[in-house]
Structures are given as C-alpha cells and as structure tokens.
T-cell receptor, first 114, second 110 residues
Framework: DAKTTQPPSMDCAEGRAANLPCNHSTISGNEYVYWYRQIHSQGPQYIIHGLKNNETNEMASLIITEDRKSSTLILPHATLRDTAVYYCIVRVANYGGSQGNLIFGKGTKLSVKP | EADIYQTPRYLVIGTGKKITLECSQTMGHDKMYWYQQDPGMELHLIHYSYGVNSTEKGDLSSESTVSRIRTEHFPLTLESARPSHTSQYLC?????????FGPGTRLLVL
C-alpha cells in the first residue's frame, strides 16, 4: 500500500471548518483513499473514502486532487467532539489476501478549541 | 451503528496467566481483525480472518493466537501473559472495505 504523509497536529476553532491534508504521492490507480478517526483511544471510526471523485457524507467531505497525489478531509463545522486523531489510509479494494488490510500511520491529532 | 463487542474492557493480570480476549459481532461479517495499540502510537495489525477456519498473522509479530470457529466470534489468546503484552487490543470486522471497530480491551500485565 502507498504511504501517506500527514501533519502530526492541527488546531481548529469551534464552529469553523477543519481542513486536514494528506499526501499520497505514490498512490496507484486502483488504490482508494480512506479516512478514519480515533477519539481518545476508543476504536477507530470510519469517516469517508473515495477513489478519484470528491465525496461527501453526513460527517465530512473528501477532496482528492486531479493527480490523486493528495487529498483533504473537510469537517465543515468542527465541534469539540471532533477532537481526535485522524488517519488517512490508502489501500487496494481487494477482498482477498492482505492487500485489503488497512495500514494505520501516526495520523493528525486535531484539537478543536472553544 | 456497528455492533461489535469486546470483553473485558479492562484487565489487570499477573505474569504467566493465560488470558482470552473476546470479540463478537452481530453483523454477519466474514472478515475480522485484531490490532494492538500502545498509548499514543499507531495501530498494528496482529491477526486477521477472512472467514470460519481462516486465520492469518498480521504485520506485527505477536505471541498471541486466534481462532475462528464461528462467524460471530474471533477470540484472541495469550497462553502466558508477560508485562511486554501490556497494551490496548482492538477488534474490527468488515464486509467490504469499511472496518468497524470495537471499543477495545486495555490489558495490564504485572
């Protein structure tokens, strides 16, 4: 799986948009971009994923650059409960064998401040 | 909301004891996973299963063992606990690409 690079930490004011960047310059054409978050050592929670088109759900938006070498997760109106470690992961959508497994890096610790 | 459960949530045990961490899911997912995570560090995959009677070792070497006799259960066993096994153990399951995680078991071996 391609490696990802994320800033170790970010701050965001409550009510403002949080924009979390991720670089994945060696991503392959069949690899998806996934975002998970982990709130204070709870189990990670799935947020969103995409291949090349921008995606939006009730939690967040995912913007993937045209060359797919980077992406940004957007939390449109951050709340204190969004304080967590956010993981950007790229992986092949392969349901057999270890290629389908997630590889978690260190992620970005997002602190939402009042 | 995912239905995946882990017991116990916290466990303090002495060196040399045999322990089993339970993980169960009610979603009928074929794929299940165990991760190990030290405080403030990244998750490491230690075991996974693609279905009944299927188990594989993950990226991080672990002295634990797993079994998958039923779809719903994926227990992890340490035959002889050591202080180096102190960590948080997270179980997950998936049907397609999205993994759903349990709340984790915090293990302290004295």
């Amino acid at each position: 799986d391609a490696k990802t690079t994320q800033p170790p930490s970010m701050d965001c004011a409550e009510g403002r948009a949080a924009n979390l960047p991720c670089n994945h310059s060696t991503i392959s054409g069949n690899e998806y971009v996934y975002w998970y978050r982990q709130i204070h050592s709870q189990g990670p929670q799935y947020i969103i994923h995409g291949l090349k088109n921008n995606e939006t759900n009730e939690m967040a938006s995912l913007i993937i650059t045209e060359d797919r070498k980077s992406s940004t997760l957007i939390l449109p109106h951050a709340t204190l409960r969004d304080t967590a470690v956010y993981y950007c992961i790229v992986r092949v959508a392969n349901y057999g064998g270890s290629q389908g497994n997630l590889i978690f890096g260190k992620g970005t610790k997002l602190s939402v401040k009042p | 909301e995912a239905d995946i459960y882990q017991t116990p949530r916290y466990l303090v045990i002495g060196t040399g004891k045999k322990i089993t961490l339970e993980c169960s899911q009610t979603m009928g997912h074929d794929k299940m996973y165990w991760y190990q995570q030290d405080p403030g560090m990244e998750l490491h995959l230690i075991h996974y299963s693609y279905g009944v009677n299927s188990t594989e070792k993950g990226d991080l070497s672990s002295e634990s063992t797993v079994s998958r006799i039923r779809t719903e259960h994926f227990p992890l066993t340490l035959e002889s606990a050591r202080p180096s096994h102190t960590s948080q153990y997270l179980c997950a399951s998936s049907e397609w690409e999205t993994q759903y995680f349990g709340p984790g078991t915090r293990l302290l071996v004295l």
